[in-house]
């Protein structure tokens, strides 16, 4: 069970917006930044979004996050066939003297 | 360019303890705001973060995992290692590290290939 409630599942068609949710509470996401990972088949999770919003240089800015409160959301916009993936939510956590904490994952299929 | 490679065995018995090494290059550990954590992901499932060790030594770990972990680094050699006691079947898993900067809000912005480790008699 991770701290970090992602729904399972999401799907679109190509060129299509959508989007991801990520729930946690007053000591992860509430009180600390948002991270998204994307893991494509076979290989290891690359940063996605960090701090919230922000996008590391070379990712297409059809991807954004989001924050409010106690959840985040990660958006993908024109979707496209490369987009289908595992996609990741992490927040680091208060407490327990600190540590980091992940959601369960969502499978992006592009129908 | 910044790349980690994780090496270790891939086949642990239970009761034994696992010893994982990330070795790296691209960047220091002796740079402040820098760390090397570790990850975990069996298979078919979610990533869980294991440990995270700093430039300033200070290391934080998971809580359900705590009493089992222990990470280290070796500025000199750019390693990061990382042993794990009593391993189960349960602790199958492919197991990564990963780089993290205060540059990106401490997030992991570059990752190993990943090693996956069987627990197995």
């Known amino acids: 069970q991770s701290v970090l409630t992602q729904p399972p599942s999401a799907s679109g068609t190509p060129g299509q917006r959508v989007t991801i949710s990520c729930s946690g509470s007053?000591?992860?996401?509430?009180?600390?930044?948002v991270y998204w990972y994307q893991q494509l088949p076979g290989t290891a999770p690359k940063l996605l979004i960090y701090?919230?919003?922000q996008r590391p240089s070379g990712v297409p800015d059809r991807f954004s996050g989001s924050k409010s409160g106690t959840s985040a959301s990660l958006a993908i916009s024109g979707l496209r066939s490369e987009d289908e993936a595992d996609y990741y939510c992490?927040?680091?956590?208060?407490?327990?003297?600190?540590?980091?904490?992940f959601g369960g994952g969502t499978k992006l299929t592009v129908l | 360019q910044i790349t980690l490679k994780e090496s270790g065995p891939t086949l642990v018995k239970p009761t034994q303890t696992l010893t994982l090494t990330c070795t790296f290059s691209?960047?220091?550990?002796?740079?402040?705001?820098?760390?090397v954590g570790w990850i975990r992901q069996p298979p078919g499932k979610a990533l869980e973060w294991l440990a995270l060790i700093y430039w300033n030594d200070d290391k934080r770990y998971s809580p359900s995992l705590k009493s089992r972990l222990t990470i280290t680094k070796d500025t000199s050699k750019n390693q990061v290692v990382l042993t794990m006691t009593n391993m189960d079947p349960v602790d199958t898993a492919t197991y990564y590290c990963?780089?993290?900067?205060?540059?990106?809000?401490?997030?992991?912005?570059?990752w190993g290939q990943g090693t996956l480790v069987t627990v197995s008699s």
């Open positions: 990963a780089h993290s900067t205060v540059d990106t809000a401490d997030s992991f912005d570059y």
């Open positions: 992490a927040a680091w956590d208060d407490s327990l003297s600190g540590h980091w904490v």
């Open positions: 701090r919230n919003n």
């Open positions: 007053s000591s992860n996401i509430g009180s600390n930044y």
């Open positions: 691209g960047f220091s550990l002796s740079t402040s705001g820098v760390g």
